[in-house]
């Protein structure tokens, strides 16, 4: 099993930045492979970033790339979200995911941990 804990969540004012973290525990952080998804009012959670086992490849949903960054420390067990240029579609609900065989997989179902989530809040 693999627990996940997201924070840094907030309120935001449109073109502001947000850095989000995800500590993980209970198996060997490097082994899995790292995501964030987000799930807004009234709409199904969607992919959002992901990141390979040992960092050196990522892949972002088109809606956030150029804006949004994913990166894991593997000594600190933790990824993070760096959000630049946020927007008010950017308000959301943000997951952190573990455990896709691949990092490109953006299918919910092929994600095996989650955490409880952190929101997110952009005020235009």
């Known amino acids: 099993q693999v627990q996940l804990v997201e924070s840094g969540g907030g309120l935001v004012q449109a073109g502001g930045s947000l850095r989000l973290s995800c500590a993980a525990s209970?198996?060997?952080?490097?082994?899995?492979?790292m995501g964030w998804f987000r799930q807004a009012p009234g709409k199904e959670r969607e992919f959002v970033a992901s990141?390979?086992?040992?960092?050196?490849?990522?892949y972002y949903a088109d809606s956030v790339k150029g804006r949004f960054t994913i990166s894991r420390d593997n000594a600190k067990n933790t990824v993070y979200l760096r959000m630049n240029r946020l927007k008010p579609e950017d308000t959301a609900v943000y997951y952190c995911?573990?455990?896709?065989?691949?990092?490109?997989?953006?299918?919910?179902?092929?994600?095996?941990?989650w955490g409880q989530g952190t929101q997110v809040t952009v005020s235009s």
């Open positions: 995911a573990s455990g896709s065989p691949i990092h490109v997989i953006v299918a919910q179902a092929a994600w095996a941990y």
């Open positions: 209970g198996r060997t952080f490097s082994d899995y492979t």
């Open positions: 990141i390979s086992r040992g960092g050196g490849s990522t």
